[in-house]
């Protein structure tokens, strides 16, 4: 599923809101914005961005432009809204969360990679996001049944509540539980040396797809398994130079290539991208 914030119905259901915060005195002090993703051009501790995805459905699991199978409400009124009589069927709602810590928008000019401006309007942009489900199959479905509505619930908040997890802050268990799996990072330099070299911080050149997605080429695979030496331990000291190897075994017969790769890191400039 795709949606973006100009879709229909979208800036009337108040699907998009981008908010510049600052830390005061144990709380945040923000300015926001409605409708649209836009870049301030002053500096915030931090500048948070949420799409909500429409929840209005046909029935189909998806359609060609993966978007118009889903529809906003009809009335302006969220999720609390009417749906279309082209789409009757009611989901939950998707949302997408991102924050961009330490912003410094009196100090660059922050972008979108697809080049989707609000004409007249100088830092607003069209914001869309993809949706793609991994999550273990029936486990949705679960937390709606398990999830029981608040008690104390006013029209428009979150119902159920956002975690819906067993524990002090919440009444409910929705069945949702803490991963203690949680990954290492993975290191900017590491992805540039095995997988893209392509800047994702600051640039001296802005990648703009414009509707192609066409980015920089995969870099070919050298490895056959995902081992630690593959990875650096301090992403501010980053393996550039790493011997990795790829091994083949056919009955008896074991036969081992090793490869060496460089790479240089580019040099800081002034100007940063977001996508």
Same mark, same amino acid.
């Given at each position: ?6 879709? $229909? ?145 006013? $029209? ?111 040099? $800081? ?7």
């Amino acid at each position: 599923m795709i949606a973006a914030s100009n879709d $229909p119905g979208g800036a009337e259901s108040g699907s998009m809101l981008t908010e510049g915060c600052n830390f005061r005195n144990n709380g945040e002090n923000c300015n926001f914005w409605e409708g649209q993703l836009f870049f301030p051009r002053q500096n915030y501790d931090f500048l948070g961005i949420a799409l909500a995805m429409p929840t209005c459905w046909t029935g189909e699991i998806d359609s060609p432009d993966h978007k118009s199978h889903m529809a906003y409400t009809t009335n302006g009124g969220g999720i609390e809204g009417d749906c279309p009589s082209t789409h009757p069927r009611r989901l939950p709602q998707v949302q997408v969360f991102i924050r961009i810590p330490n912003y410094r928008g009196a100090d660059f000019n922050y972008v979108l990679s697809d080049g989707n401006t609000i004409p007249g309007t100088d830092g607003a942009w069209n914001f869309h996001t993809d949706f793609f489900n991994g999550w273990e199959e029936g486990k949705f479905q679960e937390i709606m049944d398990n999830c029981a509505p608040h008690p104390d619930r006013i $029209p428009g908040d979150y119902n159920p509540p956002c975690d819906c997890t067993p524990g002090e802050e919440s009444l409910y268990d929705g069945g949702l539980t803490p991963n203690d799996n949680v990954p290492i990072q993975v290191c900017d330099a590491d992805v540039k040396r095995l997988i893209v070299d392509e800047e994702i911080a600051v640039t001296d050149s802005v990648p703009l797809y414009s509707g192609s997605c066409q980015g920089a080429p995969m870099i070919p695979r050298t490895w056959t398994d995902l081992t630690a030496d593959l990875f650096s331990t301090d992403c501010n000291n980053p393996i550039t130079t790493t011997s990795t190897s790829s091994t083949t075994t056919t009955g008896t017969t074991t036969t081992t290539s090793t490869t060496t790769s460089t790479t240089t890191q580019p040099p $800081p400039t002034t100007t940063t991208t977001t996508s």
